[in-house]
């Protein structure tokens, strides 16, 4: 007991001198570095909390989507010439307002923390009860698959509305091309070499967590994430490209989850239990096509997302 409270005081300490060291660090790219180490240490602190689903979910964000897009921000932010003319130091009296805000919300979120009846009221026994039925082990999966369907198929609606508005967003010229910036590959980059050597272990790992899912912590989610991640690498290290937005490929692989989703939702109203409703004997096969489905609509549109309008109309197909 005394050495896993240790651990947890070091993970404490740890965390909070990586968030100093990613805020005040002058570089950008030890900033970056900072950052991605402390979404790791997240998860690994999620992981001693017993959120293992949690865990994964924020080394894929944390450490995996955003880590990926600061690295190639920091990457190209080296690479322009600031003057120090044209940098603005925001002065004293906005750095103590900051810091003043952020030990507002801290305070705050800590009184709420304290506020929480001990013990919390949950569902957990409930869910549990009828998980036999849907032929799972994992209750995360069971409710954002069965219990809570309405909210993970919206979920998914939301994504693919946020990528449509994005796509509005580009000009009417440029409407059809290729999403981003073009990027330059450079021999030389660390970028490249993380680009070659992380997408195909990473690739086997998605595979297991969408497999595993089920039953272990894990799932689509997590899975689609990990694919996101690669493909952002792989065009920041210029070693590929976004393909353009008027392929009616990628098109389908975005709604193809809500699509599949909406479906089987549908085909439930043959059963007493309505839309979304799952029988008993076929209750994980259909949750495993699903999630199958779900994840590269979400590795999909998590990396469109991120590549922004369609800016160069010159490279349609």
């Known amino acids: 007991m005394i050495v896993e409270t240790c651990l947890r005081v070091v993970l404490a300490v740890t965390l909070l001198g990586l968030a100093a060291c990613a805020i005040l660090a002058r570089d950008a790219l030890a900033a970056v570095v900072a950052f991605v180490v402390f979404g790791l240490l997240v998860a690994v602190a999620w992981v001693a909390l017993g959120a293992v689903d949690v865990a994964l979910t924020e080394a894929a964000i944390g450490g995996g989507v955003t880590g990926a897009l600061l690295l190639g921000a920091a990457r190209v932010e080296g690479r322009r010439k600031v003057t120090a003319a044209r940098r603005r130091d925001p002065g004293v009296a906005a750095k103590g307002l900051v810091a003043l805000l952020c030990t507002l919300v801290s305070a705050a979120l800590a009184a709420a923390w304290f506020s929480l009846p001990d013990p919390a009221p949950s569902l957990a026994p409930q869910a549990v009860e009828s998980m036999p039925r849907l032929g799972v082990g994992n209750p995360v999966t069971a409710v954002l698959i069965a219990y809570r369907g309405w909210d993970t198929l919206l979920e998914k609606v939301v994504l693919g509305l946020a990528l449509a508005g994005i796509w509005a967003l580009g000009a009417d010229s440029r409407w059809g091309g290729r999403p981003g910036f073009a990027q330059i590959r450079s021999a030389d980059d660390p970028l490249g070499l993380l680009a070659r050597v992380l997408p195909p272990p990473a690739i086997i790992l998605a595979v297991?967590?969408?497999?595993?899912?089920?039953?272990?912590?894990?799932?689509?989610?997590?899975?689609?994430?990990?694919?996101a991640t690669m493909g952002i690498l792989v065009v920041l290290a210029g070693l590929a490209?976004?393909?353009?937005?008027?392929?009616?490929?990628?098109?389908?692989?975005?709604?193809?989850?809500t699509g599949v989703f909406v479906l089987t939702g549908i085909a439930g109203f043959a059963l007493p239990g309505g839309f979304l409703s799952f029988p008993e004997p076929f209750a994980k096969p259909v949750i495993v096509v699903v999630e199958v489905a779900l994840v590269f609509s979400i590795g999909v549109t998590l990396c469109l997302l991120v590549a922004g309008p369609p800016r160069r109309k010159e490279d349609r197909p």
Do not use: E, N
């Open 208 to 227: 297991y967590l969408l497999w595993t899912g089920a039953d272990h912590p894990g799932g689509a989610f997590q899975a689609g994430t990990i694919l």
């Open 241 to 257: 490209d976004y393909p353009a937005v008027s392929s009616r490929a990628l098109r389908v692989a975005a709604v193809a989850g």
